[in-house]
């Protein structure tokens, strides 16, 4: 089945610890993305990339950093840096050649991160 | 600076009754809205993207209308199962691949 996987659905840290959430997908698709959700909010964008070795901040980067070394997986590490790093995580992707919709984005189950 | 909001924030419906959430935006030249339903604890699930003022879709239950300053999600005669968070986002033209997303309204519908 093609589709995103997330893991792990649960994650704990202390306070002060780097933590890195894992996203991958094997929908062949260009363009990955973090977003962040708080309790009764909207999505808000941490990064993305829209292509191998390249990505960009988002709206709320401070404190989080990514990766993009291959074209199936976007790694998200959460920094003792974040002052608020408790939340739901949610990676997606969208590619135009394959979705047939230019800027569709499929979401993955998300990670839900608790910091203490 | 893209913005979105949605109405009402929460929404209880009994099994049946028709209602419509709103979603109001302002953006510097819209490439495109989407409509999600989001379940409790589980990923944002695609459900419509309108393009232009006037253009309607329909999947089941579901309506989605597009203004030049709104759009409307209608619910017909809704079920239990329709019970989530509808999310609202759009794509702006000097956005890129970028999203921008409201708030949601939250759907409880009871039997």
């Known amino acids: 089945d093609g589709g995103i996987t997330q893991s792990p659905k649960y994650l704990f840290r202390k306070e002060g610890q780097n933590v890195t959430l894992s996203c991958e997908q094997n929908l062949n698709h260009d363009a990955m993305y973090w977003y962040r959700q708080d309790p009764g909010q909207g999505l808000r964008l941490i990064y993305y990339?829209?292509?191998?070795?390249?990505?960009q901040k988002g709206d709320i980067a401070e404190g989080y950093s990514v990766s993009r070394e291959k074209k199936e997986s976007f790694p998200l590490t959460v920094t003792s840096a974040q002052k608020n790093p408790t939340a739901f995580y949610l990676c997606a992707s969208s590619d135009p050649r394959t979705s047939g919709n230019l800027y569709e984005q499929y979401f993955g189950p998300g990670t839900r991160l608790t910091v203490t | 600076e893209d913005q979105v909001t949605q109405s009402p924030e929460a929404l209880r419906l009994q099994e049946g009754e028709s209602s419509s959430l709103n979603c109001s935006y302002t953006?510097?030249?819209?490439?495109?809205l989407f409509w999600y339903r989001q379940d409790p604890g589980k990923g944002p699930e695609f459900l419509f993207t309108l393009y232009s003022a006037g253009e309607e879709k329909e999947k089941e239950r579901l309506k989605a209308t597009l203004t030049k300053k709104e759009s409307f999600l209608h619910i017909t005669a809704p079920k239990p199962e329709d019970s989530a968070t509808y999310l609202c986002a759009v794509q702006a033209s000097a956005a890129g691949n970028k999203l921008t997303f409201g708030g949601g309204t939250r759907v409880l519908v009871k039997p």
């Open positions: 990339s829209q292509i191998v070795n390249d990505f």
């Open positions: 953006v510097s030249g819209l490439r495109g």
